[in-house]
């Protein structure tokens, strides 16, 4: 059976390490993409339960599953499809992050009153209205709040993570962003700019509000410091029975194009995990499987639904478990481990996991 086991009770410990790390700051918690592959609703709910003022999506689709969940904590979606139909989800107390002026003008005359949270543009080059669009952007969001038309609930921005001094820059950017705000005679009840990286090393960014995806989840957004380093907990462990044992002579070619030939009389176990669950291709002859408490490389390439594994003379049996990461505490490979192999980050590597993982939770 391919399980990722979400443990539910490290996530809320994550959650309460990093609300104190956030030094007052509100905390919004991300839970995009299906919380990063952990379960949108059932992370929701557990961080709602430990205090998470607000729950973070990209889109309107994520925050109506929310809503359809029964969760009723204060949603912000701001990745808009041009067709998004604003007023369902401000019916559903869903506020709206706005980036340019047509969008305002969209949500502003949808019909309902939706609370919006502005985006500015301080860098990174994405969402959020541009420098030179800022007074025009409040004018008219102010204007439109004195018509009784929105209310303007945030103004925010996001950092690129470039480096300390980018970072810094953003932060005096975005101060210039809420000046120009106040200019225009807007009084927002939220202000923020920080992810977890921001959170954790960038005191400038914390304002009133925190975002924090990736530690929510217990894993760290920098190279030089491990979860543990951090406080946190990694939460899902993704693990496999093990489908097919054999005993193969010694030069035995090994999945696709035989990148791997058993050096001599071995074991090979047959994991039913590949790449349409989300195990990266590029993780071939390099990615990390522990059995029976043992460390492997994978053998050869990965495959559409399978890996192979070369556990030598060890004792290995159908049905026993091949964790390919998890909690490095436990003994197992992390996330972070995969990510090495892989070229990628440890964000790609939990939030691609595919649907046909059933998704346990531990309370
Ligand atoms: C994904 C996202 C976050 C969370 O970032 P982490 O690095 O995972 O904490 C915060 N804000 C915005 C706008 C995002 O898109």
């Given at each position: 059976m391919r399980e990722a086991t979400i443990d539910?009770?490290?996530?809320?410990?994550?959650?309460?390490?990093?609300?104190?790390?956030?030094?007052?700051?509100r905390t919004m918690v991300i839970v995009k993409a299906n919380a990063y592959g952990?379960?949108?609703?059932?992370v929701a709910r557990a961080v709602v339960d430990v205090g998470a003022d607000w729950l973070g999506v990209a889109d309107l689709d994520e925050a109506h599953e929310l809503r359809d969940a029964g969760i009723d904590a204060p949603v912000l979606a701001w990745l808009h499809d041009p067709e998004a139909d604003f007023a369902?989800?401000?019916?559903r107390g869903v506020d709206i992050g706005v980036s340019y002026l047509e969008q305002l003008e969209r949500v502003a005359a949808c019909g309902s009153r939706a609370h919006v949270q502005l985006k500015v543009d301080t860098g990174l080059s994405r969402n959020g209205a541009a420098r030179d669009d800022w007074a025009?952007?409040?004018?008219?969001?102010?204007?439109?709040?004195?018509?009784?038309?929105?209310?303007?609930?945030?103004?925010?921005?996001?950092?690129?993570?470039?480096?300390?001094?980018?970072?810094?820059?953003?932060?005096?950017?975005?101060?210039?962003?809420?000046?120009a705000a106040s200019v225009a005679g807007l009084d927002p009840e939220l202000v923020h700019l920080a992810a977890t990286a921001g959170t954790l090393r960038v005191p400038a960014a914390r304002?009133?509000?925190?975002?924090?995806?990736?530690?929510?989840?217990?894993?760290?957004?920098?190279?030089?410091a491990t979860s543990a380093g951090l406080g946190l907990t990694p939460a899902m462990e993704l693990s496999a029975s093990i489908a097919s044992v054999k005993r193969v002579a010694a030069g035995s070619g090994v999945s696709y194009g035989y990148d791997y030939r058993t050096p001599a009389e071995t074991t090979l176990a047959l994991v039913p995990l590949g790449y349409a669950d989300g195990i990266p291709r590029h993780a071939s002859s390099r990615g990390p499987v522990s059995i029976n408490g043992v460390t492997y490389r994978i053998a050869?390439?990965?495959?559409?639904?399978?890996?192979?594994?070369?556990?030598?003379?060890?004792?290995?049996?159908?049905?026993?478990?091949?964790?390919?990461?998890g909690d490095p505490a436990a003994g197992v490979p992390s996330a972070d481990d995969w990510a090495e192999a892989s070229d990628t980050i440890n964000y790609e590597i939990v939030t691609r996991i595919g649907p046909r993982v059933k998704r346990r939770y531990l309370p």
């Open positions: 539910l009770a490290a996530i809320a410990r994550n959650v309460e390490t990093l609300t104190a790390a956030a030094h007052g700051a952990h379960g949108a609703v059932p369902a989800a401000v019916d025009e952007f409040f004018e008219t969001a102010a204007a439109h709040e004195r018509a009784g038309r929105i209310v303007v609930r945030g103004v925010w921005s996001h950092l690129s993570n470039t480096n300390e001094d980018e970072d810094n820059a953003q932060a005096a950017d975005f101060a210039e962003a809420l000046a304002f009133g509000l925190v975002r924090l995806g990736i530690s929510t989840y217990g894993l760290s957004p920098f190279g030089d050869g390439r990965v495959a559409m639904d399978q890996i192979v594994v070369d556990v030598g003379d060890s004792e290995v049996s159908v049905g026993d478990r091949a964790v390919l990461f």
